[in-house]
């Protein structure tokens, strides 16, 4: 049984380019939640995805914007990217938007230069 | 607004031992609790999760204690082994319904032959 994939493992950007990063869940899981871990801290909530919607939102900018595929997959996007975009983005599955257990893929590790 | 607390000073100690983590918050009132583990560039391990009408949850070495008056949790490791060096993060869920999290800076634990 796979658990949650993210693709890439590691991308290095420069300020101001555009990056797409992606997720699966794990199987019988519909709802993905994304969120981004800065170095020394802990993860920190950017939004939720389920039935393709974006239904719940944290304290982050326009700039970050995600789609849900039918096959419950997921894409994180973020535009304009600045310095401190760089942390480890992490993606994390549930069976329904309230259950109580997450599942978290190894994360992306973008570097913004 | 919600706040976690987690010890920010890395925690040593010896193989054998039991650890003991604390994890403290204001501002709110959760319907449960949760524990991860993290190692060094991975996602997030769920490893136990505690409601608000339980005071202690038990499973194999880890016990997990949840006091609502102190807004407090305790996490123990018995017989630590050097393999459970990691940092352990602290979660709550954000008021309002759902399972988006919110979570505490992380512990990090040694342990030492």
């Known amino acids: 049984d796979a658990g949650v994939t993210q693709s890439p493992t590691h991308l290095i950007k420069t300020r101001g380019q555009q990056v797409t990063l992606r997720c699966s869940p794990k199987?019988?899981?519909?709802?993905v939640s994304w969120y981004q871990q800065a170095l020394g801290q802990g993860p920190q909530f950017i939004f939720q995805y389920y039935e393709e919607e974006e239904r719940q939102r944290g304290n982050f900018p326009d700039r970050f914007s995600g789609h849900q595929y039918p096959n419950y997959s997921s894409e994180l996007n973020v535009n304009a990217l600045l310095l401190g975009d760089s942390a480890l983005y992490l993606c994390a599955s549930s069976s329904t938007p309230g259950a109580p257990e997450q599942y978290f893929g190894p994360g992306t590790r973008l570097t913004v230069t | 607004s919600q706040k976690i607390e987690q010890n920010s000073e890395a925690l040593n100690i010896q193989e054998g031992k039991t650890a003991t983590l604390t994890c403290n918050y204001t501002n709110y009132s959760p319907a449960y609790l949760q524990w991860y583990r993290q190692d060094p560039g991975r996602g997030p391990v769920f490893l136990l999760l505690?409601?608000?009408?339980?005071k202690e949850k038990r499973k194999e070495r880890l016990k997990v204690t949840f006091d609502t008056t102190l807004k407090q949790s305790l996490f123990h490791i018995t017989a630590s082994q050097p393999a459970d060096s990691a940092t352990y993060l602290c979660?709550?869920?954000?008021?309002?319904?759902?399972?988006?999290?919110?979570f505490g800076t992380g512990t990090q634990l040694k342990v030492e032959l």
């Open positions: 505690i409601r608000e009408n339980e």
């Open positions: 979660a709550l869920p954000f008021t309002g319904g759902g399972n988006k999290l919110t």
């Open positions: 199987s019988g899981h519909d709802t």
